[in-house]
C-alpha cells in the first residue's frame, strides 16, 4: 500500500523558515512526479509546487505569489520529497500535504498533512 | 487562469442525484488534445481525493455513481444518487496551465 507521510510542520514566527518532509513508501518514488498544496484554516485548496523526477532533470515548478521563498527538493535514496519555507508570513498557515494526485498518470496518493502556524 | 464552482453549497436528500459546475476562465484543452479537468472530494476531516481525471476518467475504487462531463470551459460533476458518505467539499482543479483549484461546492445532506 502506498503512503505518503509529512512532518516538520510547527508555530514559526514571521519571517522565519521552516522544512518540511514527506516521507514515501509503497511507490517506485524516484519515477514519481511530487507535488505540495495547501490549505488555509476553513479555506480551499492552493497549489503550492511541483517536482519532476530527477530522470526530467529535478524540475521544479512553482505557484506564481509564492516562488522565490519556497523550494521543493527529493532525495530519492531516501524516498523523500521536501518543501524548504522561507520568508514565512502569517497567510501562510495552512496544512500542507504533499500528493501525487494532480498528475493523472500516477495513482492519487496523499499525505495527512502537515499544520505550520505563522504567528508570533 | 480562475476556476469558478457553482453551487458554493448544496444541501441534497439521501438518494436523490447532485450536481456541481465547474467554469474555467480559459480553454483547459492542452496542446496534446487532453483536457486537464479532475474532480477532489474532501470528506470532514480528511484528506483530498481524486475523484476524476482528464474530464471524465474515474479513479480506482470510486463508486459509478460519480461521473465527470464537460468541454473546454464547462464541466460538471453528477453523483447519481448520493449516499451519507459523500458528504464533504468537492473541488474541480485544472492542470492544463500549471494548477488552480475551484472555491469548493460544500454538498451537505438535507
Known amino acids: 500500500e502506498v503512503h505518503l507521510v509529512e512532518s516538520g510542520g510547527g508555530l514559526v514566527k514571521p519571517g522565519g523558515s521552516l522544512r518540511l518532509s514527506c516521507a514515501a513508501s509503497?511507490?517506485?518514488?524516484?519515477?514519481?512526479?511530487m507535488s505540495w498544496v495547501r490549505q488555509a484554516p476553513g479555506k480551499g485548496l492552493e497549489w503550492v509546487g511541483r517536482?519532476?523526477?530527477?530522470?526530467?532533470?529535478?524540475?521544479?515548478d512553482y505557484a506564481a505569489p509564492l516562488e522565490g521563498r519556497f523550494s521543493i527538493s527529493r532525495d530519492d535514496s531516501n524516498n523523500t520529497l521536501y518543501l524548504q519555507l522561507n520568508s514565512l508570513k502569517a497567510e501562510d498557515t495552512a496544512v500542507y500535504y504533499c500528493?501525487?494526485?494532480?498528475?493523472?498518470?500516477?495513482?492519487?496518493?496523499w499525505g495527512r498533512g502537515a499544520l505550520v502556524t505563522v504567528s508570533s | 487562469i480562475v476556476m469558478t464552482q457553482s453551487p458554493l453549497s448544496l444541501p441534497v436528500t439521501l438518494g436523490q442525484p447532485a450536481s456541481i459546475s465547474c467554469r474555467s476562465s480559459?480553454?483547459?484543452?492542452?496542446?496534446?488534445?487532453?483536457?486537464?479537468l479532475s474532480w477532489f472530494q474532501q470528506r470532514p476531516g480528511q484528506s483530498p481525493r481524486r475523484l476524476i481525471y482528464?474530464?471524465?476518467n474515474r479513479d480506482s475504487g470510486v463508486p459509478d455513481r460519480f461521473s465527470g462531463s464537460g468541454s473546454g470551459t464547462d464541466f460538471t460533476l453528477k453523483i447519481s444518487r448520493v449516499e451519507a458518505e459523500d458528504v464533504g467539499v468537492y473541488y474541480c482543479?485544472?492542470?492544463?496551465?500549471?494548477?488552480?483549484f475551484g472555491q469548493g461546492t460544500k454538498l451537505e445532506l438535507k
Open positions: 482528464k474530464v471524465f
Open positions: 500528493t501525487t494526485g494532480l498528475f493523472h498518470w500516477h495513482p492519487d496518493v
Open positions: 482543479m485544472q492542470g492544463t496551465h500549471w494548477y488552480t
Open positions: 517536482i519532476e523526477t530527477k530522470a526530467r532533470g529535478g524540475k521544479t
Open positions: 509503497g511507490l517506485i518514488f524516484s519515477n514519481t512526479w
Open positions: 480559459q480553454s483547459l484543452v492542452y496542446s496534446d488534445g487532453d483536457t486537464h
